[in-house]
């Protein structure tokens, strides 16, 4: 019998919406290699927590065991998933592996932060691997709310793992990859050992709805309307922006993004490639 052990520590984000932090290790006990699944944070409800910005997991085990700690991989660009990042890379120091899009996005907050944004590494999607210690970890294209979401599929010597990430089951989602379920279906062909479903509203048996089926209604809306139009929506939901952008070109108007998470996450998108055919838009001023 083997005396080594594969574990699945959450240090945020089990059972609640936010702090994201997952650790997984195989080895020998309190020797294990590590590898640690998104950081992010949580914003306060103003009723219980007034006056605070920035709600963050308590890392402190893994502080600890630092030097196991192999690396960190973001699974998307959502702030409870990468917004923690930059405010502990430093207390442990690994390298950390994304997509592109969510690269983009972590090496911005490690720049302003003050740390060096190149250890923040772009990898491609599945069938690429990065190796790590005694994982072997792959980024799987999955559909969400926000560009290049991906599941984890990890492998170790006590077998495969998927770690879902966020998602939706989008087939036409406008920006981004479409859920693939052939693919899914694939990967999971050899065995897995354990599913780590991770996504808010996951227990709802009410089918989610296609971006796809938003633009008409959206492009109705806009045409019909005297004066300025104005939408507000979650900054990284590119899709939903990109679908209110082109509703107003459409309706011969002009486009205007308001506020720096809206640009920062067009500008990411755009430099990352997920987005190539964004309507001009005009300053604020």
Known sequence: MSSERLIYLPLGGAGEIGMN??????GKPGKERLILVDLGVTFPDMDSSPGVDLILPDISWLKDR??????????HAHED???AVAHFWQDLGAPVYARAFTANIARRKMEEMGHPGRVVQTVSA??????????SVGFLPISHSIPESSGLVLDCPEGRLIHTGDF??????IVGEAFDPVLWKEVSAPGVKALICDSTNVFSRHAGRSEVTVGPEIEKLVSEAKGMVVATTFASNVARVKTLALAGEKAGRSICLLGRAMRRMVEAAVESGVL??????INSE
């Open 168 to 173: 939706k089951l989008d087939e036409t989602p």
């Open 126 to 135: 599945w069938p690429a691997k990065t190796e790590a210690g005694p994982f």
């Open 21 to 26: 932090a997952y650790v997984y290790g195989y």
């Open 276 to 281: 190539d055919d964004f309507p001009t838009v």
């Open 66 to 75: 630092k030097n196991q700690l192999e690396a960190i991989f973001i699974t």
């Open 81 to 83: 998933h990468v917004g």
